[in-house]
């Protein structure tokens, strides 16, 4: 059973930083395609970053500059670094994992005020 728990969303001031992670079970976790998604409220969910089986790391065009995708194999984790945030960055917070299929974590929220 795919497990993809999410932990390190809280409240923040705007400039701030968090660092989200992501904790996986029930998958081979170096060959999955690994990603993080935000959904604000009544907005679609949107891809925020992803990290490929060898590294490569992409970014949405918002978040370039401010935010790091990173995974440690070895411990069958994902994060993502997030600084100087801004309270248009206020969304839950999504893993992905991506191989055959796609598996979701249950999210978690990140607040920014302003």
């Known amino acids: 059973q795919v497990q993809l728990v999410e932990s390190g969303g809280g409240l923040v001031q705007a400039g701030g930083s968090l660092k989200l992670s992501c904790a996986a079970s029930?998958?081979?976790?170096?060959?999955?395609?690994m990603s993080w998604y935000r959904q604000a409220p009544g907005k679609q969910r949107e891809l925020v970053a992803g990290?490929?089986?060898?590294?490569?790391?992409n970014y949405a065009d918002a978040v370039k500059g401010r935010f790091t995708i990173s995974r440690d194999n070895a411990k069958n984790t994902l994060y993502l670094q997030m600084n100087s945030l801004k309270p248009e960055d206020t969304a839950v917070y999504y893993c992905s994992a991506l191989r055959s299929v796609r598996s979701w974590g249950q999210g978690t929220q990140v607040t920014v005020s302003s």
């Open positions: 990290i490929t089986v060898s590294g490569s790391t």
């Open positions: 029930g998958i081979i976790f170096r060959l999955n395609v």
